[in-house]
């Protein structure tokens, strides 16, 4: 054999080599990416739009809740000054293992900071598609939201462009974005309701007092209201809040 075939030859393996080694690294790499869809959501309401509002409350409920469920809390405030607005989470599961009974969250720690600009952007588009209808200017805007929802609320409130009057956490505390200066101001230009139960296990005193001295450090006024109960809503307590009968207990 020649000696130009001989090198002819080895060149050639080395390149079948090569392109193995390329077509390997190829097949191992991953990269994740996102792309903006346009999906529909779903809300309920109680009450209807008339030139009699005076509040229109956003509700956004807790873990594996759906939205029409969670408005059943609600039927005490169904007084005809009020238009009740309940959002839904954008994912749904089967909570059983008949998958008879479905819930919904608002978002899990996979990817989370994206599932929390795409829940945020779905409460702004709520909030324009109800003002569309209803004159802003002549009502109170409440934002209430309960235990998975209490961040759901909160989060809209601080990287969302709604104005609210008033904002009720109900059975969860305030999550990290409402530690910044940007967060506590934001506290400040609003009337805030911090609601748990007193036998609330996921909440404990030192949790509460710590979230209390914090506020309190920044200038936050909360009003603390409690209730014998558990990590659920409470109707009574919930139309004392909003006819603004209760005692601050905190």
Same mark, same amino acid.
């Given at each position: 054999?020649?000696e130009?075939?001989?090198?002819? %030859?080895?060149?050639?393996? !080395?390149l079948l080599?090569d ?5 390997y !690294? ?11 869809i346009? #999906? =529909?959501?779903r ?6 739009p008339?030139?009699g509002?005076?509040?229109?409350w956003f ?10 469920e969670?408005l059943?809390?609600f039927e ?6 009020r238009?009740?607005v309940?959002a839904? &989470? ?12 479905i819930g ?6 996979e990817?989370?900071?994206n599932?929390?600009?795409?829940y945020?952007a ?5 909030y324009?598609?109800?003002?569309e #209808?209803? !004159?802003?200017d002549?009502v ?13 609320a909160?989060r809209?409130?601080?990287? %969302?462009t709604?104005h ?10 305030t ?7 940007? %967060?506590f @101001?934001?506290? #400040?230009?609003?009337?805030l =309701?911090?609601?748990? %139960?007193?036998? !609330?296990?996921?909440? =404990?005193?030192?949790?509460?007092a710590?979230?209390?001295? @914090?506020?309190e ?8 209201v409690?209730?014998?109960? &558990?990590?659920r809503m ?8 909003a006819?603004?009968?209760?005692t601050?207990?905190?």
């Amino acid at each position: 054999m020649h000696e130009g075939s001989r090198q002819s %030859g080895l060149h050639h393996s !080395d390149l079948l080599s090569d392109t193995a080694s390329t077509r390997y !690294d190829l097949t191992m790499e991953r990269r994740e990416h996102h792309i903006k869809i346009e #999906r =529909t959501a779903r809300y309920v309401t109680l009450g209807e739009p008339h030139h009699g509002l005076a509040q229109v409350w956003f509700a956004c409920h807790g873990y594996g809740q759906l939205a029409h469920e969670f408005l059943d809390h609600f039927e005490v405030l169904n007084d005809g000054t009020r238009l009740i607005v309940a959002a839904e &989470g954008l994912s749904r599961f089967y909570r059983d293992a008949a998958y008879r009974k479905i819930g919904a969250s608002w978002m899990t720690s996979e990817d989370r900071l994206n599932e929390i600009d795409d829940y945020v952007a779905y409460l702004e588009s709520l909030y324009t598609h109800v003002f569309e #209808r209803v !004159d802003r200017d002549s009502v109170d805007v409440v934002v209430l939201g309960f235990s998975q929802g209490v961040a759901t609320a909160a989060r809209w409130i601080a990287h %969302g462009t709604v104005h609210a009057e008033h904002l009720i956490l109900w059975a969860q505390l305030t999550p990290p974005e409402f530690r910044s200066r940007e %967060g506590f @101001r934001r506290l #400040r230009a609003l009337d805030l =309701t911090l609601v748990y %139960g007193t036998r !609330d296990k996921s909440i =404990t005193s030192a949790h509460l007092a710590e979230q209390q001295d @914090r506020l309190e450090a920044h200038g936050v006024e909360a009003r603390h209201v409690s209730f014998d109960g &558990g990590h659920r809503m409470d109707r009574d307590t919930l139309l004392a809040i909003a006819k603004g009968d209760v005692t601050a207990t905190g």
